[in-house]
């Protein structure tokens, strides 16, 4: 099994900024595509960005220019760069994943448990 851990979240003033961080942890698994997905209050889960196994990062049209995603291989964690925000990038933040169990030889998707992000004055 592999866990996703997020954390990062809080209140910020709209306009500023912040890091979300989501780190994989687990036994003999490797990381395929890793995203980010929010869902505010009374809407349905959206995509934020997804940076697949190959091929260019993906960002949801709300996203381009103002959020950025990144990995460190090394440590299995993924990072999500969120600048100029707004009050309606008010949501919980949900990390995912496509994990390759290398012991087993399938593929799972996983989720993190999710991190509030607030954006308000």
């Known amino acids: 099994q592999v866990q996703l851990v997020e954390s990062g979240g809080g209140l910020v003033q709209p306009g500023g900024s912040l890091v979300l961080s989501c780190a994989a942890s687990?036994?003999?698994?490797?990381?395929?595509?890793m995203g980010w997905y929010r869902q505010a209050p009374g809407k349905q889960r959206e995509l934020v960005a997804i940076m697949p196994d190959v091929g260019p990062t993906n960002y949801a049209d709300f996203a381009k220019g103002r959020f950025t995603i990144a990995r460190d291989h090394a440590k299995n964690t993924m990072y999500l760069h969120m600048n100029s925000l707004k009050p309606e990038d008010t949501a919980v933040y949900y990390c995912?994943?496509?994990?390759?169990?290398?012991?087993?030889?399938?593929?799972?998707?996983?989720w993190g448990q999710g991190t509030q992000v607030t954006v308000s004055s």
């Open positions: 687990g036994s003999a698994f490797r990381i395929k595509a």
């Open positions: 995912n994943a496509d994990i390759w169990h290398s012991a087993n030889y399938y593929l799972q998707n996983y």
